[in-house]
């Protein structure tokens, strides 16, 4: 499925319909060059959870949790990362929610990634014409009906 994101607003807004709907356990990986709109989506997440608190880019910090919306929700960024020092993360500990309350997981640079879950919701971001974006969202094992109200 691909979708025009006309401005910031329209990527917040994807966000926070994802945000609304999806259940724990959930994986959203983002990719997409530089500056195409990953952290704002994020952003509209945590808006669509009724996350408190503003929802910064954890390119520095790796992860950035948010536990006091609906359910958690565990923001990443991979940046900076070789997929070597990926693999060392488990990040499994944060889809599989056995050490972790099950919530959310968003990773930014997914392209970063040795491995991906069994199942997740792809969003690659791109640039459009004129400052807009486009998103191509894939279902991988994912129910659709964990995404209902996208529209
Ligand atoms: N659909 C859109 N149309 C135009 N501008 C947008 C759109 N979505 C987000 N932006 C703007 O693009 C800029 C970069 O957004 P953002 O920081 O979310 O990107 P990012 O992909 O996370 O970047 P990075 O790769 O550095 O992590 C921001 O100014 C944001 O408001
Ligand atoms: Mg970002």
């Known amino acids: 499925m691909n979708i025009l994101l006309a401005d910031a607003q329209a990527t917040l807004r994807l966000g926070i319909t994802l945000g609304q709907n999806l259940t724990a356990g959930s994986v959203i990986l983002l990719e997409g060059d530089l500056g195409t709109g990953k952290t704002t989506l994020v952003q509209g997440i945590g808006q669509g959870l009724d996350t408190t608190g503003l929802i910064v880019s954890p390119t520095f910090t790796l992860i950035n949790e948010y536990t006091e919306g609906r ?15 990926v693999l060392a993360l488990n990040l499994e500990t944060y889809w599989e929610g056995v050490e972790v309350m099950p919530g959310i997981v968003a990773i930014e640079w997914a392209e970063r990634m040795p491995y991906k879950p069994n199942s997740y919701l792809s969003l690659v971001l791109t640039y459009g014409e004129e400052g807009t974006r486009q998103a191509k969202i894939t279902p991988f094992n994912f129910s659709i009906s964990d995404f209902v109200g996208l529209d």
Do not use: V
């Open 71 to 85: 359910i958690p929700l565990y923001h990443l960024d991979l940046y900076r990362l070789e997929p070597s020092e």
